[in-house]
């Protein structure tokens, strides 16, 4: 279980956090919000990647995180193969998180070449495949065509292990992902 107590945060003048207290248990989370409330930026404290102005994060002490950022952040001259073997090198179940995915015709093309859906799932994959303890998910499944969509979200739902947190605006994927909804 990860526990904040008391998260406050601010940039400068504009403060997105404000006395935040919020559990997040083994399973899924969906984190929904209104756009600027500051989802990325709790997710982002929880990853480690920022740090709370005030306030204290317990429970992710010693754990391995990965992240789907709500920017693809992929190695774009290298291919998605390539890029999911980046975290972690097990050649047979990334090359079987890429054809789950759907990307089996494109597991040697560079990134640079894909689309942005297709870049979208290269992303997901390398997220899923890392040794992880905790999941986050800063809207994963955003740029992916509806036909697609669905058999990624199920993906998710049956790759996901430990704390996996998921922001999104669509009610829909956090129905169909099922576990927890928190507001923000």
């Not at 990647?49 to 317990?58: A, Y």
């Not at 994959?125 to 697609?148: Q, T, V």
Request: glycine content about 8%.
């Amino acid at each position: 279980m990860i526990k904040m107590k008391n998260i406050y945060k601010s940039f400068g003048e504009l403060q997105v956090l404000r006395d935040i207290s919020m559990d997040f248990n083994e399973g899924i989370t969906c984190l929904m919000g209104q756009s600027g409330v500051g989802k990325t930026t709790l997710v982002n404290i929880v990853a480690g990647i920022l740090s709370p102005d005030s306030g204290e994060i317990i429970g992710t002490e010693g754990k391995k995180i990965s992240v789907v950022f709500q920017e693809d952040r992929l190695l774009e001259w290298e291919t998605a193969l390539t890029n999911v073997l980046f975290v972690n090198n097990n050649r047979e179940r990334a090359v079987e998180l890429l054809m789950q995915a759907g990307l089996s015709e494109n597991l040697h093309k560079k990134t640079a070449e894909l689309s942005g859906g297709m870049k979208r799932r290269v992303c997901l994959c390398r997220a899923l495949i890392a040794e992880h303890d905790i999941l986050i998910l800063d809207e994963p499944f955003k740029g992916l065509d509806s036909e697609i969509k669905i058999s990624i979200m199920q993906m998710v739902k049956n790759h996901a292990k430990g704390i996996t947190i998921c922001i999104t605006h669509d009610q829909s994927e956090s129905e169909f992902l099922g576990g927890e909804i928190k507001n923000i």
